[in-house]
């Protein structure tokens, strides 16, 4: 995920270099003074989760090493605060937009309205529906929820009551919610008897403790 995190940093050099946002072409030997320091602003899920802290961490480093200017705001799985990060990354006038999507569906205006400003817009690990993004930069969650159920249906001997944590908001969870169900249908041992909606780690926090 570092990886991809500092692939979609150049990406964004790339293509901001390729709007002229960077200013024209620096000659060999001499300074440039149209050159400008390219700027990022970056929207992310949460900071309660060790993944979106590692995404933060290596925005940050990577950000660094690009000597790239960005700007992070941390939603805290909060839309109407993801939108108004948005919103505000756009009157500034920023170079590309970087965003964990807190609902897949809720974000679609948002991202619309960088588009209508000509800013680049990427998307890492969730996907924004109904809205064309420039890049998308994920893992194959529903495959990453094949292997779960596998790894569950194997850890239960192929019998067992199963419950589910889901965030519907999110289309990662969702593909992943689908891959696991896949797989487990094939289980015939395997029920699943219930599913909760694990949005928040206040909500976790009421769930009974699974042994």
């Given at each position: 995920m570092r990886r991809l995190l500092a692939l979609v940093l150049i990406s964004m050099l790339l293509v901001g270099s390729l709007a002229g946002c960077g200013g024209a072409p620096k000659e060999e030997g001499k300074d440039n003074p149209e050159?400008?320091?390219?700027?990022?602003g970056a929207s992310i899920l949460t900071q309660s989760h060790p993944?979106?802290?590692?995404?933060k961490n290596a925005l940050e480093e990577?950000?660094?090493?690009?000597?790239?200017q960005i700007d992070i705001a941390?939603?805290?799985?909060?839309?109407?605060?993801?939108?108004?990060?948005?919103?505000?990354?756009?009157?500034?006038?920023?170079?590309a937009i970087i965003i964990t999507p807190v609902d897949s569906d809720g974000v679609k205006g948002a991202i619309m309205k960088a588009?209508?400003?000509?800013?680049?817009v990427v998307t890492v690990d969730i996907k924004a529906n109904g809205v064309e993004v420039d890049s998308h930069i994920a893992t194959d969650n529903f495959s990453g929820?094949?292997?779960?159920?596998?790894?569950?249906?194997?850890?239960?001997?192929?019998k067992g009551e199963v419950g589910l944590i889901t965030y519907p908001e999110v289309q990662s969870?969702?593909?992943?919610?689908?891959?696991?169900?896949?797989?487990?249908?094939?289980?015939e041992g395997l029920n699943i008897v219930t599913e909760l909606p694990?949005?928040?780690?206040?909500?976790?926090?009421?769930l009974p403790k699974i042994c």
């Open positions: 050159e400008k320091t390219i700027k990022i993944f979106y802290v590692s995404i990577e950000a660094k090493n690009q000597n790239v941390v939603a805290d799985q909060d839309l109407n605060r993801q939108i108004s990060a948005i919103e505000d990354f756009i009157n500034k006038g920023v170079d588009k209508e400003a000509n800013i680049p929820g094949m292997i779960a159920a596998e790894a569950m249906a194997q850890y239960l001997e192929g969870v969702r593909d992943r919610i689908d891959g696991f169900k896949k797989t487990a249908a094939t289980h694990g949005r928040t780690r206040k909500r976790l926090k009421l």
